[in-house]
């Protein structure tokens, strides 16, 4: 995942999340003023806990199993998990006979379905062959919808800074994005001081 956006937890409190977002690549552009990219990078760092990446998280103490078990809480693991899908796309396993018919129709130049979805890539590990399915950007805006009760972005701070890039890392362009939702609970797995890089667009 390219990094775009370096996202850090100012407040969690409440049902509203507040996040200051810097971008850290030159053609991000500035952070998308919409519910679904703000829910996007935290479902990022939902996933990074879910794969036992705390590491990557600055400011988190939890170890490997740790962080695992805050993020499979049964609270909100599987809209979070759900929600991620839709955002980023999942792997579905499948068999070696699928794959060989999907490598047939891609050179053939035909369209790539798999059990009726369209296929973004083809992988395997271990012997076991896996589809990628892309996520859709219009179902998720549709999904994360009825969660949001407001959200906003302001106190842009450099945004000169998209026209010439500072090499002063402390100048890069940033803004504060306010995430206020309905049932707070699902964001339980979200801890003021955290910061971690997002590709989210």
Known sequence: MSELYSIQVESAAGGEV???????????GPPPDTAGFAVAVLL?????????????VDGCPLERAEAQALAQDP???????????????RQVACTAEEQAALEAAMLAGEP?????????????????AYVFIP?????????????????????REFDEAYEDWPDDPEMLPR???RLQVHDAGWLGFVRPGWRWDSGAH
């Open 135 to 155: 996520g859709d950007p219009m179902v998720f805006a549709t999904a994360v919808a009825p969660l949001v009760a407001a959200h906003s972005v302001d106190e």
């Open 112 to 128: 790539l379905l798999f059990r009726g979805e369209p296929v973004g890539g083809l992988l395997g590990y271990a012997n076991q």
């Open 175 to 177: 803004a504060r994005i």
């Open 44 to 56: 990022d760092l939902w996933s990074l806990l879910d794969r036992g990446f705390a590491a990557l």
């Open 18 to 28: 507040v996040l200051r977002v810097t971008t850290v690549h030159p053609d991000a």
């Open 75 to 89: 609270t909100w693991a599987s809209r979070c998990r759900q929600l991620r899908e839709l955002s980023f796309g």
